[in-house]
């Protein structure tokens, strides 16, 4: 177990709907990193908070927010849901943004 | 852009043979290379991960190679067992800026008994 770990587990949604995922990083890391997983894909880089402040981000539109707070959890906040984002939701946590990226469960989400 | 192609995409093999899985890289820039094990309904598991700084790296049964002038990497389980089972996928990064990881689209790996 790496001691990262996300809530809830699964969600549904309907399309237009907004939701949000948590994430706690493992003991000492102050990075978070997001990533969707599209079913039988690759991790799909999302951002990247480190001490609070978004330190880069892929190809995801402005709907896809997030936040990181003084203890180094992290939120990522989706809008308008669509069918499309359905998806694996992984958060993984490092050290100074530089570190090894150790994965969390993941939360499953359904845009029905 | 950037870009990790990885093959096979399923790999089925007998207990006790060996298994490898490829990578090939687009950033020249990328500098270290990650490997996870993905099991059903888990996150990605880290197995194993070399630096551009060498050449091949071996923790027991599991080995990584990386020839960065041909921007290829692989991964080599020896003496498989049913249990390595799982989605194995390869990452590419680079150690500065958002040090965001390139992900491989996967290998599925059945290890029949």
């Known amino acids: 177990e790496t001691g990262v770990t996300q809530s809830p587990t699964h969600l549904i949604k309907t399309r237009g709907q907004q939701v949000t995922l948590r994430c706690s990083s493992q003991s000492g890391h102050n990075t978070v990193s997001w990533y969707q997983q599209a079913l039988g894909q690759g991790p799909q880089f999302i951002f990247q908070y480190y001490r609070e402040e978004e330190n880069g981000r892929g190809n995801f539109p402005p709907r896809f927010s997030g936040l990181q707070f003084p203890n180094y959890s992290s939120e990522l906040n989706v809008n308008a849901l669509e069918l499309d984002d359905s998806a694996l939701y992984l958060c993984a946590s490092s050290l100074d943004g530089v570190g090894t990226q150790y994965f969390g469960p993941g939360t499953r989400l359904l845009v029905l | 852009g950037e870009n990790v192609e990885q093959h096979p995409s399923t790999l089925s093999v007998q207990e006790g043979d060996s298994a490898v899985i490829k990578c090939t890289y687009s950033d020249s820039a990328s500098n270290y290379f990650p490997w996870y094990k993905q099991e059903l309904g888990k996150g990605p598991q880290l197995i194993i991960d070399i630096r551009s700084n060498v050449g091949e790296k071996k923790d027991q049964r599991i080995a990584v190679t990386l020839n960065k002038t041909a921007k290829h990497f692989s991964l080599h389980i020896t003496e498989t067992q049913p249990e390595d089972s799982a989605v194995y996928f390869c990452?590419?990064?680079?150690?500065?800026?958002?040090?965001?990881?390139?992900f491989g689209t996967g290998t599925r790996l059945k290890v029949l008994a």
């Open positions: 990452a590419a990064t680079t150690t500065s800026g958002t040090y965001k990881y390139i």
